[in-house]
Structures are given as C-alpha cells and as structure tokens.
C-alpha cells in the first residue's frame, strides 16, 4: 500500500501515524513545506521518501509531487493528513489522482456549516436555525426572526477562529469592521453543554470505537477569555447522543476515517452543531488510548493497510486534558503539580503555540475510574495564586 500523508510533522503526536503504517506494511510518503532536516527523528524513519513543496497551497507544487511519487512508488492507494484545515486539497488531490475518500464532488458537504446544517435537516435532527448572511440588512433581517444574541462565524471555517457574538445593535457595524473576508452563517445562540461524539469507523462505515467529550467552558470562551480549559471523555454515552452521532455518520457516508461531531446537550436531546471530518485536537487520540488501554493509530493504520476492523467498546477509565496558559500564574508549580497528582497524570508535555488559545501552552492528561477525582484535580492544577 502506497500512502501519502500531508504535513506528516504537524502536530507533533500526528507521527504516530506514520510508524504505524509502516508498522503495518505500507510505503508512507512525506509531502510537506518544511525542510527534511527539521522533522523528528521517530517521523524520519517512518517515511520511505519526503518530499519537500515550496508552498502547500500551490496546486501545481502538490501535483508534481503525487506525479513524482506516482513515477517511483505505482498507484497512490490512500492520502490523508487528518487535519481539517488541508480537506479540501486532499479532495482535490485524490480526485485527480483516483484515491478512494472523500472526493471533491463530497468536500463542500463536511467542510461548510451551512451545508452541514442542510443535512442534519434531512435525517430529522433539529439544528440552530441559521443563514448565510452577506449584507448588513441580511444580518438584520436574521435578527429580527431570531433576536440577539447570534453568533457569527465562517461558513467555511475551522474551530472557534475568527467567531463573533452579536448581543446588540452596536455589535453589528462593529462585526463587519472586523470580520474575514468570508461568507459569513450566522445562528441562533443556544444555551447548554457543548459534547461532542467522537470516534474511528472501517472502511465500511462500521465503528471501530466511539467516545464523548465533555468541556468546562466552550472553546470561544476560552480563547476569547484567554482563559483555563479541561475537558474529558466520559465512560458512557447517552443513547439519545450515540443515535445522533450514528445517524450523522449514515447521512454523510463517513468511512475509513476519524471523526469529531460537535452537539449542544439538552435534556434528553442534543442539537447537531457541526461535524469535523478528522480526529478532535490537542492530546484527544492519546486520550483515546488511555481510555480503552489500545492504540488507536494502530487500530486506523490495520484498518488502513490490511481491512482489520477490531471494534472496542469497552471504556474503562474517565480521561481529562488539563490545560494551562503561560501568562497566569498558579498556585501550584508545574512540578508540585505533577508530584501532587502523580497517581492521576499518565502524561504532560507542552502544547504547540498554534494550539494555546484554546488548550493552553501545557497540557496535563489525567486518568481514574471515577471522574470526581480527576475534576477536583483540574480545579487545583488551574488555581490561580
């Protein structure tokens, strides 16, 4: 098996993926615009051949390069990058070059909310009511149906970047002063927990595994804030979530791949938010590992390279991300931390500065049967003294 995996360096935990497919058999072949010479010595020796573009976002560059690996390696049987910011060049990539996944005549439907919410539409599920808005009389005219606050973000976007809350008349001369330019979708503000339905599924769309994740905070809070998060997955999923999350995954024909489904919880109910069709960020797929004791990059590359598909359902243990941010100061040193809860904490290493708005420059991954311990923990980590 011939794969290609873009940006393999980025981030730094996504080397995993290498070593397991070439664990697993597969040729893997490096594209990215960073020199050899800077990717990690475990991604350097997982990769058959690298192959360095002056610019990912030139298409030619990208083409010649699959045209190169094409020449040298045979027909190119997979491609992936597993990050949502490189899902529409993947489309693109596999299409002209007839690799199976997500085709371009796909990429619009799990990459725009609007689109995503056209869908969610049709499997019955109930969505924030929301419209691509392009004017200012467009925005009002949203409002009035739906009163303030609203929230603003790119219609084709990725995280909590660039996302704005419109609370009152003032705000909207203000949003479009400061807003990308973009097509913008603007939604009616729904309170409750965000969670969200994670998982692997085979080729055949089945599940490999599935898990949830639970915030203190939301996300734009956080980075709007500039403030503390943790999250955690839980050991068991609502029904009425793992439906939803099924019925999503049915609708958009999801295979082969990770995913990350994002849901405000109500009673009983959850209202789809968007989907995300790679794994969630930070320290998440590690996370996974801890929570079921496997290793998930294995779990994807057997199912990439050989059809192996052995589900796990089994989740025995609570697992939180605790996160801290270099400008506050904590009651707790990082080393007292790490002896105070050194029963708890099965890893903690710094988080890469792209990530820190929202997740923090640290990270501390924590883990118990019960979750009481482990939020009392965070509590205590994220102590400002």
Request: proline share 4%; net charge negative.
């Amino acid at each position: 098996m011939n794969s290609v995996f873009l940006s393999p360096h980025f981030p730094p935990n996504f080397h995993n993926f290498a070593s397991r497919l070439k664990k697993a058999g597969a040729t893997v072949l490096g594209l990215s615009d960073v020199p050899y010479e800077t990717l990690s010595p475990d991604l350097k020796g997982s990769l058959t051949e690298y192959y360095k573009v002056d610019d990912m976002h030139n298409q030619d560059q990208l083409t010649r390069a699959l045209g190169y690996f094409t020449h040298r390696y045979g027909k190119l049987d997979h491609l992936d990058s597993h990050n949502e910011y490189w899902l529409e060049t993947e489309a693109r990539l596999r299409t002209d070059f007839n690799i199976p996944g997500i085709q371009m005549d796909q990429i619009y439907n799990v990459k725009k909310k609007s689109e995503m919410k056209r869908v969610f539409q049709e499997v019955k599920l109930n969505p924030a009511r929301g419209r691509v808005c392009l004017t200012e009389n467009e925005v009002r005219a949203f409002i009035d149906e739906v009163g303030f606050p609203v929230i603003a973000k790119p219609d084709n976007g990725v995280g909590a970047a660039a996302t704005f809350k419109l609370e009152s008349e003032e705000c909207i001369p203000e949003f479009f002063r400061d807003k990308h330019q973009t097509d913008y979708i603007l939604e009616e503000f729904v309170t409750g927990q965000i969670v969200s339905y994670d998982g692997l599924v085979d080729n055949n769309g089945e599940l490999i595994f599935s898990s949830s994740l639970r915030y203190n905070k939301g996300v734009m809070e956080a980075v709007n804030e500039n403030s503390d998060i943790y999250y955690y997955c839980v050991r068991e999923i609502e029904p009425f979530l793992e439906n939803a999350g099924k019925a999503i995954l049915k609708a958009f024909d999801v295979r082969g791949r990770f995913f990350h489904f994002e849901f405000f919880l109500k009673e009983n109910a959850v209202v789809p938010l968007e989907v995300n069709m790679r794994p969630p960020g930070g320290l998440t797929l590690d996370m996974f590992n801890f929570i079921f004791d496997f290793d998930c990059y294995d779990a994807w590359a057997q199912m990439q390279v050989h059809g192996i598909s052995r589900p796990v359902k089994e989740r025995k243990h609570f697992v939180m991300y605790v996160g801290r941010k270099n400008h506050i100061h904590y009651e707790l040193s990082h080393d007292s931390a790490v002896e105070k809860y050194r029963d708890l904490i099965v890893h903690h290493e710094r988080i890469d500065s792209i990530f820190a708005p929202a997740i923090g420059n640290y990270g501390y991954m924590l883990r118990h049967k019960e979750l009481s311990p482990l939020i009392e923990a965070a509590e205590m980590i994220q102590k400002r003294g």
